[in-house]
């Protein structure tokens, strides 16, 4: 059951919280539902889950169409030409990556007179196949996205490499918890997923993307 699999997350975070001192109201649980029903979203949403994460314009299109009382996150690679579309469903992007794309998404924002909230996707490892900012691309980001007046830069998102052990995620998370405390202590940070979201939390997440322990069960 979906509900069930919401409330044993919820007690995950609220875990990762007391350990680290936190209220676990300051921590966002987006479900990720890529691949996932309509059915299986409006169940996530009766059992609370105000979010959901998506990685394809379309799909997330055909389910925006159900209208329901929820927001909807971009957390996968966006491609330029899907952008005029993006920007009518979505919340928050949180995985923008080029400034050639957040300059169209600033673009195509302009054109509905929408302020589309965003965050950086920042390569926080070395693994060639990720899409990502580097690190040391980030101040200059900053300071060109400062110019556009139709995107808000809410804070970074990062996705850790699989692993099997959670706590080899953590430097990955304190990487993009560095970074954010030199370029901008205000920003909300994106980290943690299904195998990883605990370590995440006590690095600073105020942002987890959950997908299979919500849908599927604890794995
Ligand atoms: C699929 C996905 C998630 C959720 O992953 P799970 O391991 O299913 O929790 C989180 N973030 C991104 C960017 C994803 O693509």
Known sequence: MIRDNVLEVRRGIESACFKAKRDPDTVKLVAVSKNRSIEE???????????????????????????????????????????KEAVKIFDLIQSVDSLRLAQEIDKQAAGINKIQEILLEVKTSAEKTKFGLPPDELPGFLKAARELKNISVQGLMTIAPLVDDPQEARPYFRILKEL???????????????????????????IVRVGRAIFEGKI
């Open 41 to 83: 979203i409006k169940e996530a949403s009766l059992a609370g889950i105000t979010a959901f994460g998506e990685n394809r314009v379309q799909e997330a299109l055909s389910k925006y169409e159900a209208k329901l009382p929820i927001q909807w996150h971009m957390v996968g690679h966006l491609q330029t030409n899907k952008v």
């Open 180 to 206: 954010k405390n030199r370029v901008d202590p205000e920003f909300i940070l994106s980290m943690g997923m299904t195998g990883d979201f605990q370590v995440a939390i006590e690095e600073g997440a105020d």
